[in-house]
């Protein structure tokens, strides 16, 4: 088989996820728009000119684009991306626009990108072209998943007129009610400790960049990227969570138990007051509100950024702790989660993890077995929480630790696996091979 011949089925991968990719995002801006909302092809393609909804993304995007480029390529990148910005804040700025919505810049890192693109095209070819273009795909890839996203999130708010958060409610009495309890500690700390969750919490795809560019850091020398990096786990993520959404809604309780809620909310009760234990029931709730809790995507998302920052370097490994607890803190303390969310998250970032890897390196038994039983926890997760939910309450002692001992397996089932495979890729060292050698009269 020629060399020609071995790529063609990749090229046809790629191929046919190009176009699967371009269809989801397709079908996403026509269901936006049904409810009056641009979708997520429209947002994408005004911020070329228009104040972006998320500045610092775009350049976040546009750093995963410049790994492919050489350094003197990466300051030629970011100081056009920098001059066009200040060129349209100070015709902006003449013709006296004032920028009330979005960030005043971030056009021009896309206008960046975009160019890339366009230089792949019409300058490259063969290997170099295919790696500037993945690197154009990733960097435009980071900031689709943000739309892609938000338009998932509307799509949830008018297609699910009920959720269940008087399920999870009762359940989160197994494990103490922990968004009651940070909820209470955030507020005791006052502003200071609030805004410095807030930003951890918003964010966080910055901090994933700087975990993918320490990984990324030898693709332009390589001229290849790594089997396996955060990003593709990210978007993974992305992909999976707003569909489980679809399938359990819940709002958080910040909005289910307290003031945010209006006159949806069940009670104002969060965080000074624990809900009663009660059979739970479905609850009717606004057309605006995003039904975004199960799993906790945000605790999916760190707990990622954490275990790709555990082979980094020191200071790297302790901002990827830093952001996983600061992460828990934000969710529960300001209400948007509950405890059983972030249980599920775990589960299911580990169980991506595990997936992923398992295909960068190649199936085997112990990468089956592992993502297996993740999905099968998180199934079981998802079904003991809407069905088992009073019993969880009723019998906090037992059924909080079974909880716990499950999200514990199976990160110790990953830990156990990865371990076992990252020792079956080390080289034989060399004095084990001598006496080989000896035999063989070498």
Excluded at 117 to 122: E, F, G, L, N
Excluded at 188 to 213: E, K, M, R, S
Excluded at 245 to 266: K, L, N, Q, T
Excluded at 336 to 349: E, I, S, W
Aim: net charge positive; charged share 15%; aromatic share 10%.
């Amino acid at each position: 088989m020629t060399s020609a011949e071995r790529h063609l089925p990749r090229a046809a991968l790629w191929a046919t996820a190009g176009v699967v990719a371009l269809g989801f995002l397709i079908a996403l801006e026509i269901a936006a728009r049904r409810y009056g909302m641009p979708g997520p092809i429209t947002n994408q393609a005004r911020e070329v000119m228009f104040p972006p909804k998320s500045g610092f993304l775009l350049y976040a995007g546009m750093a995963l684009t410049l790994v492919v480029l050489t350094w003197r390529q990466r300051f030629i990148a970011i100081g056009a991306a920098i001059g066009i910005d200040v060129t349209i804040f100070l015709v902006r700025w003449a013709v006296g626009v004032r920028v009330t919505e979005g960030h005043p810049f971030g056009n021009g890192a896309l206008l960046v990108v975009l160019g890339c693109a366009v230089i792949a095209v019409t300058r490259r070819t063969g290997p170099e072209r295919a790696l500037l273009l993945k690197g154009v795909g990733l960097g435009l890839l980071l900031v689709a998943g943000r739309k892609t996203g938000d338009a998932w999130l509307l799509i949830t708010s008018k297609t699910r007129p009920t959720v269940l958060d008087p399920y999870l409610a009762v359940a989160d009495q197994a494990l103490g009610n922990p968004s009651w309890l940070v909820g209470r500690i955030v507020r005791a700390t006052g502003p200071v400790g609030a805004h410095v969750l807030d930003y951890v919490y918003v964010q966080l795809a910055v901090a994933a960049v700087v975990v993918a560019l320490y990984q990324l850091r030898h693709v332009a020398v390589e001229r290849r990227f790594p089997s396996h990096h955060l990003v593709r786990t990210f978007l993974v993520i992305g992909l999976l969570g707003p569909g489980i959404y679809m399938i359990f809604p819940v709002v958080g309780p910040i909005f289910a138990y307290g003031a945010d809620g209006g006159s949806w909310a069940a009670a104002n009760l969060w965080p000074e007051t624990v809900p009663p234990i009660s059979p739970p029931h479905p609850i009717p709730f606004d057309e605006i509100t995003p039904r975004n809790c199960m799993p906790s995507l945000h605790t999916a998302w760190a707990t990622a950024i954490f275990i790709h920052s555990r082979k980094g370097p020191r200071l790297l490994r302790y901002a990827g702790t830093f952001w996983l607890i600061a992460t828990l803190g934000a969710t529960l303390g300001f209400g948007y989660h509950y405890g059983v969310d972030l249980v599920a998250g775990v589960v299911f970032t580990i169980t991506i993890e595990a997936a992923l890897r398992s295909v960068s390196r190649g199936w085997d038994r112990h990468g089956i077995q592992l993502t297996a039983y993740g999905a099968t926890v998180f199934v079981a997760l998802l079904v003991s929480y809407r069905y088992l939910p009073l019993e969880m309450a009723v019998h906090p002692w037992l059924y909080g630790p079974l909880l716990i001992l499950a999200m514990s397996s199976v990160i110790y089932g990953y830990i156990r696996t990865t371990g076992r495979w990252e020792r079956s890729a080390e080289p034989t060292p060399q004095s084990e091979r001598q006496p080989e050698l000896v035999r063989e009269g070498i």
